[in-house]
């Protein structure tokens, strides 16, 4: 089993900037493929962004290309998700996960889950 636990949101102004992190326990996530999702409220949890187990392929949607950053230290066990130029429609309670498998974008593939942190975004 592994145990995921995210932190660093918080309210934030337009266009400012967050870090989140995401800290595994129970088990090493060094093979894992690790993923951010985020779900606003009345809306369905989507794909924020991916990494390979190497940290050397990340993927992203449109919507964040170019502002996010996904990264991972695995001898510290923790995933990172750097947020710049934030927006109000960033606004949602933000969730990391990891799966046992390749790249994906479909929450369904993700066999872990942490209990998420809120980020607000003011306009």
């Known amino acids: 089993q592994v145990q995921l636990v995210e932190s660093g949101g918080g309210l934030v102004q337009a266009g400012g900037s967050l870090r989140l992190s995401c800290t595994a326990s129970?088990?090493?996530?060094?093979?894992?493929?690790m993923g951010w999702f985020r779900q606003a409220p009345g809306k369905e949890r989507e794909f924020v962004a991916a990494?390979?187990?190497?940290?050397?392929?990340?993927y992203y949607p449109d919507s964040v290309q170019g502002r996010f950053t996904i990264s991972r230290d695995n001898a510290k066990n923790t995933l990172y998700l750097q947020m710049n130029s934030l927006k109000p429609e960033d606004t949602a309670v933000y969730y990391c996960?990891?799966?046992?498998?390749?790249?994906?974008?479909?929450?369904?593939?993700?066999?872990?889950w942490g209990q998420g942190t809120q980020v607000t975004v003011s306009s």
């Open positions: 990494i390979n187990w190497t940290g050397t392929s990340t």
């Open positions: 129970g088990r090493a996530i060094t093979f894992y493929t």
């Open positions: 996960a990891a799966r046992r498998g390749t790249y994906s974008q479909t929450n369904f593939d993700y066999d872990y």
